[in-house]
């Protein structure tokens, strides 16, 4: 056993002073005061880490691992369609697995170095899935599937009918409204324990289904929508795929509005955010006064690298906090670790019978604020346990 020590501690909920944290392994045994823990538990071998706050392990619930290897080639604020044809210029041609589980591997060491022990990894190869079972065991890939033809969305389902999928980390989910066929989304949302969706990442998913607008324009004009799109917007459009599920994660949302987010709210799901990747693409965020007001649940992700120009973590949190200075640094933390585990389903936090990866970051006098400036050349420092 190990009785974790810090000036700090970060439950996943609230700043606690004075207190320990004694764990087995990965799981919590006890959390208290920390003189009465070392009565109490003598036999602990006490890991002190002081100047410091000590976290649970930060949970990043959207990030895209395997496309590491597009770091710098994609565009920046030049709009979601010229993201979106750049991207889909550079994955026409096959990638060896090679480079892409380099990829995975980069960036699972990039993450952990900034304090993050869980993800919920984006996967159209399902690569990363062995490797995060022996680098980060509590993550979830989402196994992501996509295609707007039908003949296309058959093919898919009766490949995935033969694959032989690992079902207590892997999740079949579809890519986003405006990317998959309705028989296709029927399908992986039926399959699924859990579904993360790309979600009002652009301003053509509120057009979409008018049939107008620059996305519908651009994918119309490849040959790439059947006229199966007979829905008055995008809820109805999940609704009537079975997709409208409880605990599912909404990713982006940079164009929803208040009702969108009381709808997540009431589907017990998650807004997952990941600022980086939008100020990258289009230079939007989402409403986050409206999404806070909501009172729904809220993740943190740093998307990938084809959007992002780093996997920090910490970086993400503090571009939160520079961006929307009304937040206070205990919801911002909160997001990041309980808000992550609730919607990818994990018990993870520093509460008893949990489990956490101790991590520590040092700060100089306000502990959350401080983590949250940036300190020149010498931002606060994670130490992992």
Same mark, same amino acid.
């Given at each position: ?11 996943? =909920? ?124 509590? *993550? ?6 996509? /295609?707007?033809? &039908?003949?296309?969305?058959? &093919?898919?389902?009766?490949?995935? !009918? ?11 989910? $579809? #890519?986003?409204?405006?990317? /998959? ?8 949302? *039926? ?13 053509? &998913?509120?057009?979409?289904? #008018? ?11 490849? =040959?790439?929508?059947? =006229? ?23 990713? #982006? ?14 589907? !017990? ?7 980086? *990747? ?11 006064? *409206? ?17 992002? !120009? !780093? ?45 956490? #990866? $101790? ?9 959350? &604020? ?16």
């Amino acid at each position: 056993m190990r009785l974790y020590l810090s000036n700090y501690v970060f439950t996943g =909920d609230e700043l606690l002073k004075d207190t320990a944290v004694l764990m087995k392994g990965d799981v919590v045994l006890d959390v208290g005061r920390f003189k009465q823990m070392r009565k109490s538990y003598p036999e602990a071998k006490n890991v002190e880490f002081f100047g410091s706050v000590l976290f649970p392990g930060f949970v990043n619930a959207h990030t895209h691992l395997e496309l590491g290897y597009l770091k710098g080639k994609l565009p920046k604020k030049r709009g979601f369609v010229e993201w979106l044809k750049a991207m889909m210029y550079l994955k026409k041609d096959e990638v060896d697995s090679g480079i892409i589980i380099n990829s995975i591997e980069n960036g699972i060491e990039e993450l952990k170095k900034s304090g993050v022990f869980v993800v919920g990894d984006i996967s159209n190869t399902l690569l990363s899935v062995d490797i995060l079972k022996k680098k980060m065991p509590e *993550s979830v890939v989402f196994y992501e599937n996509y /295609s707007l033809k &039908e003949e296309k969305a058959c &093919e898919i389902e009766d490949k995935l !009918d033969s694959l032989k999928i690992d079902n207590e980390m892997v999740s079949l989910t $579809p #890519h986003s409204i405006y990317s /998959s066929h309705p028989c296709l989304m029927e399908y992986l949302c *039926s399959k699924s324990f859990l579904t993360s969706i790309h979600f009002l990442e652009s301003r053509g &998913e509120l057009d979409f289904f #008018h049939r107008r607008g620059e996305l519908f324009d651009f994918l119309n004009g490849l =040959d790439l929508i059947d =006229d199966n799109l007979d829905f008055k917007n995008h809820w109805d459009f999940l609704e009537k795929c079975g997709c409208k599920r409880k605990g599912t994660v909404f990713v #982006h949302c940079v164009y929803g509005k208040k009702s969108d987010f009381e709808k997540i709210r009431e589907l !017990d799901g998650t807004v997952c955010l990941c600022l980086k *990747s939008n100020d990258y693409i289009t230079g939007e965020f989402p409403s986050l006064y *409206s999404i806070y007001e909501s009172g729904v649940n809220v993740a943190i992700g740093t998307d990938s690298l084809s959007s992002n !120009d !780093d996997l920090n973590f910490l970086n993400e949190l503090r571009f939160i906090k520079n961006k929307f200075p009304f937040l206070d640094a205990n919801t911002i933390f909160r997001w990041a670790t309980i808000g992550g585990a609730k919607a990818l389903k994990l018990k993870w936090g520093f509460f008893k019978g949990y489990k956490a #990866h $101790p991590v520590f970051v040092s700060f100089s006098s306000n502990p959350l &604020e401080d983590i949250l400036k940036e300190k020149g050349e010498k931002p606060p420092k994670v130490i992992i346990s």
